[in-house]
């Protein structure tokens, strides 16, 4: 068990990369977040899950093991139902897009493992009736369900749905009723028995959510708010699934309208990719629940949140990433960590490091960090960069340049810049880099 306090993005500690995050307030009061566990250079997520808690948005734990893919008893069967949603010899608009950066570069995709693996994917968990029951795909498509009667597990007894693909979903409607999502490109759903552990095949209804209509890549995600159906998932209108867009609908298996893209990760890192998550309610106050990549590669995604707002005619507004996540702004004089940074433009990205944990890598001329937001009550005077190398930087606040300073073989030769007081986004733009690192940031 790791406990945690931050209100910053990311909001964990830096070596758990917990993705693909469903959020529950459970009957405790917590709130409780599922997602899967990136700990591979090779592949997407891992063989374990870890579910993180929070009393408050501020005190986080995550808890010990919860399910292990090893455990699982019908992994790599080859009689297991497949996901037909996915025809590689007739490929939609956007998989052949997927293919096409196939062939042109390897930079984004994971390296090749060993099979058989019992890699566990993005899982979904609900109570009812006293039980907890934790939803999973695994890597060879097959889906089930776990139960627990604690919301961080251990989850056991596992039970294999007569289904096959990734990211299920769970959502229990006023009248006591479940439902179970599912799908890539195509999104499926149907009423769970009372069991919660089984549903008839035959009631499926198919296409909730496509790639034409809805721009829907993966990640289906249900909540209910006033007598509206929203359905949170993976967006793929800006080209690449970065986004997590939205539909609504007046009944839980649609027809579901699309609406917009509550937030956009395409910036985290060069080689960002996807995005998943979900929206959840809690102490009166709606959230959306995300990730980033981190280290130039699509995987080591970690956990951030996002306040929203629910507009009265039921909309939500998009909101940008931010370092400050779910506290305040920067203050003067507070060290803003590099990993911090919410957005990085060109080839520069948060990689590990062995004194300060992480830090920024690999920058280049015109490469650009974005840190939002701080607040200062004075005019900003000064700014104090840790960093190793040689360059230029240029500060600037909300875009208006308040200075450029120097860097020589780690020693920062000036420190002075000049804007009024005020809330703003700090951006820094590396003029000029010679194997120059950033490390952190204050200002005063």
């Known amino acids: 068990m790791i406990n945690n306090?931050?209100?910053r993005n990311p909001i964990l500690p830096l070596d758990v990369h917990i993705p693909d995050s469903e959020a529950h307030v459970m009957p405790d009061g917590r709130l409780y977040i599922y997602g899967s566990f990136d700990n591979?250079?090779?592949?997407?997520?891992?063989?374990?899950?870890?579910?993180v808690s929070t009393p408050d948005?501020?005190?986080?734990?995550?808890?010990?093991?919860?399910?292990?893919g090893r455990d699982i008893p019908w992994v790599n069967?080859?009689?297991?139902?497949?996901?037909?949603?996915?025809?590689?010899?007739?490929?939609?608009?956007?998989l052949k897009k997927v293919i096409e950066n196939n062939k042109a570069s390897d930079k984004k995709k994971t390296k090749k493992r060993d099979e058989p693996v019992a890699l566990l994917y993005a899982p979904d968990a609900i109570h009812k009736n006293g039980k907890y029951y934790l939803y999973f795909c695994m890597s060879?498509?097959?889906?089930?369900?776990?139960?627990?009667?604690k919301p961080e597990g251990p989850f056991t007894n596992p039970v294999q749905l007569p289904c096959g693909g990734i990211d299920p979903a769970i959502f229990i409607d006023d009248d006591g009723q479940a439902y179970y999502y599912w799908g890539q490109l195509f999104s499926h759903g149907v009423k769970l028995n009372e069991d919660m552990i089984s549903f008839d095949p035959n009631n499926i209804v198919h296409d909730l959510l496509t790639e034409e209509k809805h721009y829907f890549h993966e990640g289906t995600s249900l909540r209910k708010i006033g007598d509206t159906y929203y359905c949170v998932y993976s967006n793929m209108e800006r080209g690449k699934p970065t986004s997590l867009g939205y539909a609504t609908s007046k009944s839980p298996l649609g027809p579901f309208e699309y609406q917009g893209i509550i937030i956009d990760n395409e910036g985290c890192d060069p080689s960002s990719w996807n995005n998943h998550g979900s929206i959840q309610q809690f102490n009166n106050k709606w959230y959306v629940f995300?990730?980033?990549?981190?280290?130039?590669?699509?995987?080591?995604?970690?956990?951030?949140?996002?306040?929203?707002?629910i507009n009265e005619d039921g909309t939500i507004d998009e909101v940008k990433m931010t370092s400050q996540g779910v506290g305040a702004p920067f203050e003067s004089g507070?060290?803003?960590?590099a990993y911090q940074a919410c957005e990085l433009k060109g080839d520069v990205y948060i990689d590990v490091d062995d004194e300060y944990g992480e830090k920024l890598r690999n920058i280049n001329s015109e490469d650009e960090a974005i840190f939002r937001y701080v607040n200062n009550h004075y005019d900003y005077n000064k700014i104090i960069i840790s960093a190793a190398g040689n360059g230029k930087v240029e500060v600037l606040f909300d875009g208006c340049s308040a200075g450029v300073i120097e860097i020589q073989d780690g020693e920062q030769i000036n420190e002075g810049i000049k804007m009024k007081p005020g809330k703003y986004e700090l951006r820094l733009k590396f003029q000029y880099s010679d194997h120059l690192e950033l490390y952190e940031v204050a200002f005063g």
């Open 77 to 94: 069967n080859p009689d297991s139902p497949r996901y037909s949603g996915l025809d590689w010899n007739n490929p939609t608009p956007f």
């Open 290 to 309: 995300y990730h980033r990549c981190s280290r130039g590669v699509e995987r080591y995604r970690r956990l951030c949140v996002e306040p929203i707002t």
């Open 334 to 337: 507070e060290k803003i960590m």
């Open 5 to 7: 306090k931050n209100k």
């Open 140 to 149: 060879d498509d097959s889906e089930g369900v776990a139960i627990s009667d």
């Open 57 to 68: 948005m501020e005190h986080w734990t995550v808890h010990d093991t919860a399910l292990r």
């Open 40 to 51: 591979r250079d090779d592949a997407y997520c891992s063989d374990v899950y870890r579910v």
